[in-house]
């Protein structure tokens, strides 16, 4: 059992047995999170809580009844007294209605969807355990790029951690603002769901709750600081309650308060060994590579770059496929043109760029100048693109990184989705689009004249191309 009611009526305290049933439970409440809801039938709280009338315990020549047992459960019966519980008043068939709704909505594990097959987090456990761990510390933000995992991290600590508070609530901000609200006053308290027409009073609920409930609370795809004002408040939130916050955002200036203090996680991708268990295990149900795919596994791999996303996907695009045909025609199709679903999950970082100015910085980044010196990119595009600003957005935001030795540097999937972008601006003529990056068709632009006023950038290596055999036979 989870979850007691103790039903508190006149001449209760006379029964030993049913005060020694109240000191266990109340234990199993501080040691396990074991939910009591008291249910006052016919007596006052004040009664119970002050031991006054029926609840007046005095000692009785018996053996239970010893200083050390009495002095026991005069200090449950006040605890109990002091938890939030039902009182009698109005008709008992609706007493007993509020009663069943409470204890069915506090035993809602409100369990969230955890993908199959997850690989690479143990040690990601570890790290938030020991945040979880620390009373002084209400926050951790994790975040990284699109498809990282940072919800699955999340979802999987929601689910690990449930025994360890009283209130749990999971919500995903891609919804309505005030169903949001409605949803997390009603995972955080007792009772049926709330109806509120105004934001602002919602807010002022939640945070009264916030200050006397211990709670873990996972806000999943936050945006803006915004959204953590509407659904928390600003006030002081009980020292022992936990809230994960998932963003792709940059949130440096979020928690700027002294009163709410936060730790930073970045999700890591995975590495070689874990992209090939996860890769294997959606498609071949195993964790490691059917005998003959390991080339065009490890193709796989490098292909996604550790990104746990693009990995569930192909593999389970294969699922049990063991031709290795098809493997490899679906490699070429997958690095030809980006599927649509992963897209649709790396774009929303590219998406939520205010400025349009930033977005075609990242654009000309992604099609020029990936692995190039940060120094040079700012030179060449400060004055039109205002490169030293745009490019520390661009890494606030997870779609770009800046390596040791100074060096733009890309995850080859946000570079894939930013050329579909630009590809898609005119799918048969390259001349119509704003950047050309393959030499092979700036030649052909610039040698037919088929270019045109759309046309930011292109690039042309005549090196590289008269490398090539069947250009060089055409050039001739």
Not at 265 to 272: A, H, I, T, V
Not at 280 to 291: D, E, I
Not at 382 to 401: F, H, T
Request: net charge neutral.
């Amino acid at each position: 059992s989870r979850a007691s009611i103790v039903v508190l009526s006149k001449n209760y305290a006379t029964s030993t047995w049913c005060l020694d049933e109240l000191v266990l439970i109340l234990q199993q409440r501080r040691e396990c999170n074991h939910f009591v809801l008291p249910v006052f039938y016919g007596v006052e709280v004040t009664d119970i809580r002050n031991l006054k009338g029926n609840f007046d315990i005095q000692v009785k020549p018996s053996s239970k009844w010893t200083d050390d047992n009495v002095n026991k459960w005069r200090t449950a019966l006040k605890q109990v007294a002091d938890l939030a519980g039902h009182v009698l008043s109005g008709p008992e068939t609706n007493f007993l209605r509020e009663i069943v709704d409470t204890v069915y909505n506090k035993l809602d594990l409100k369990e969230v969807s955890l993908p199959l097959n997850i690989i690479g987090m143990a040690h990601h456990e570890k790290e938030i355990n020991s945040w979880l761990g620390q009373s002084n510390l209400e926050f951790l933000v994790i975040y990284g790029m699109g498809g990282s995992g940072k919800s699955t991290l999340a979802k999987h600590i929601y689910d690990s951690n449930f025994r360890k508070f009283e209130y749990m609530s999971f919500l995903d901000l891609n919804n309505d603002l005030l169903k949001l609200q409605e949803q997390l006053l009603k995972d955080i308290s007792w009772g049926t769901k709330t109806k509120i027409p105004c934001v602002s009073r919602v807010t002022r609920k939640i945070e009264k709750v916030l200050q006397m409930n211990r709670a873990l609370i996972v806000l999943d795809d936050v945006t803006e600081r915004s959204q953590l004002d509407a659904l928390l408040g600003t006030g002081k939130i009980n020292s022992q309650s936990k809230i994960i916050v998932t963003t792709r955002e940059n949130t440096d200036k979020w928690f700027d308060q002294a009163r709410w203090k936060c730790q930073r996680y970045e999700m890591k991708l995975l590495n070689d060994e874990e992209s090939s268990q996860l890769l294997c295990l959606h498609a071949f149900g195993s964790k490691n590579p059917m005998v003959g795919f390991e080339e065009i596994v490890q193709r796989a791999i490098e292909y996604c770059e550790g990104n746990p996303m693009a990995l569930m996907l192909l593999g389970s695009s294969l699922s049990m496929n063991d031709d290795i045909e098809i493997w490899v025609s679906r490699m070429r199709l997958w690095e030809r043109e980006i599927d649509i679903r992963l897209q649709d999950i790396l774009i929303r970082s590219y998406k939520s760029l205010t400025s349009d100015t930033v977005r075609d910085l990242f654009l000309h980044i992604a099609c020029f100048f990936n692995g190039i010196d940060k120094d040079y990119v700012e030179k060449i595009l400060e004055p039109n693109y205002l490169a030293k600003s745009g490019i520390q957005m661009l890494v606030d935001r997870g779609l770009l990184s800046v390596s040791t030795n100074k060096k733009l540097m890309m995850h080859r999937l946000l570079q894939e989705m930013g050329k579909d972008i630009v590809r898609k601006e005119s799918i048969k003529l390259p001349g119509e689009r704003s950047r050309v990056w393959l030499s092979t068709e700036s030649f052909k632009i610039l040698s037919r004249g088929t270019g045109s006023q759309k046309v930011e950038g292109l690039a042309l290596d005549m090196h590289r191309l008269l490398l090539e055999e069947d250009f060089t036979v055409k050039v001739r």
